[in-house]
């Protein structure tokens, strides 16, 4: 079971989180357990016996009690997975860096709740060898070493492992995060393809060749630098520009 805790202060609002969370996890056959509290203070108090696994504040409340009590949550269960709201003119504090992973959810309407306690969700699931997604009636796990590329298609993305093709609904860019807790290397070739850098062969300005001989387009100068930086001394093949 995965534990949640959504710490604000008003009961109407932790209430409209709580019953969103719930259905939603529960639809896809996934049992979480969502504890409420009104206070840094009610929060610090429950710690020892309740660390949450994903944690939903109010980053600026409470003059700076809130981030206290959260650090506290974080030094029980170094895993643990923060999502906050904060103002625009924020400031960001020294100590943030510690609370990592950390996710700024825009505003807590229905939408948004779900994408991130999704995301937040698969984060806790998922072993660091491993991808997880949903595809109904379950989730599906993948070792990363077995990946070759993720593509997008609106609001679809692919997946190309050695074994099959799968699609599930998630953004790239949401992917991205994820795998970059994991125990290997996706690189943005295009707003469209992550590619596993383990998987490539050789590059040019404009592609990247897999071992499987695939051909992916490279969209912009800055992908082709950071491809090019990561591999200028290891000995992979660079392809002259235009070369097929």
């Not at 989180?17 to 529960?26: A, L, P, R, Y």
């Not at 709201?85 to 700024?104: A, C, N, V």
């Not at 125990?183 to 393809?193: A, D, V």
């Amino acid at each position: 079971m995965i534990n949640f805790a959504l710490c604000f202060e008003e009961n109407q609002e932790l209430n409209f989180m709580k019953d969103v969370i719930i259905q939603f996890f529960q639809q896809r056959g996934n049992t979480v357990a969502v504890r409420c509290y009104h206070s840094a203070y009610e929060l610090e108090r429950c710690i020892s016996c309740n660390c949450p696994d994903i944690l939903f504040y109010d980053l600026e409340s409470e003059d700076g009690r809130m981030r206290k009590a959260a650090l506290a949550a974080k030094r029980s269960n170094a895993d643990m997975i923060s999502i906050v709201t904060k103002s625009r003119d924020y400031i960001p504090h020294i100590e943030d860096q510690r609370l990592e992973p950390m996710y700024t959810i825009p505003d807590r309407n229905r939408t948004h709740l779900l994408s991130y306690a999704s995301l937040a969700y698969e984060m806790v699931l998922d072993d660091s060898d491993a991808f997880s997604y949903y595809v109904r009636p379950q989730y599906v796990h993948v070792p990363i070493e077995e990946i070759r590329y993720f593509a997008s298609e609106g609001r679809r993305t692919h997946i190309v492992s050695d074994q099959f093709r799968d699609t599930f609904y998630q953004k790239l860019d949401d992917v991205e995060k994820l795998l970059s807790h994991k125990n290997g290397e996706f690189l943005r070739i295009h707003k469209s393809y992550l590619v596993n850098t383990s998987f490539i062969c050789s590059y040019s300005r404009d592609f990247v060749t897999l071992i499987t001989g695939e051909r992916l387009r490279i969209s912009k100068y800055q992908y082709y630098k950071i491809l090019n930086d990561r591999f200028r001394n290891s000995g992979l093949k660079r392809l002259p520009q235009y070369a097929v």
